[in-house]
């Protein structure tokens, strides 16, 4: 039982290192579009998931804008249908430990 969670650590770790990888090089909003695109998700659908304005995703897409904080980042995962793993690696890659 305990190797069995062991072998999975190793696995998220080792997904976690690729997802780094991979976020690092694409920046911010091409991640974003890609995970939109996946989920077949307009601007206006993320919008109402996070409870904010067309204009603020229409930012973090098109200006360089980002979301505040930690708590933001955590918030557009979530909306964008993020498991544990996958939200973890897009908090490293944005600088959250």
Same mark, same amino acid.
């Given at each position: ?13 080792q997904?976690? $290192?690729?997802?780094l990888?991979?976020? *690092? ?7 974003? +579009? #890609?995970?939109?695109?996946? @989920? ?13 304005? $067309? ?5 973090? *897409? ?7 904080? +930690? #708590?933001?980042?955590?918030? @557009? ?20 430990p």
């Amino acid at each position: 039982m305990v190797k069995d969670r062991w072998d999975l650590l190793a696995n998220d770790k080792q997904y976690i $290192r690729e997802e780094l990888k991979s976020h *690092l090089s694409r920046d911010f909003s091409a991640v974003v +579009k #890609e995970r939109m695109e996946q @989920l077949d998700l307009s601007i206006n659908e993320l919008a109402d998931r996070m409870d904010l304005s $067309r204009a603020a995703v229409d930012h973090w *897409l098109n200006l360089g804008a980002r979301p505040h904080g +930690k #708590e933001g980042y955590k918030l @557009l995962g979530l909306a964008l249908c993020m498991d544990e793993v996958e939200l973890n690696a897009f908090l490293l890659g944005n600088g959250y430990p």
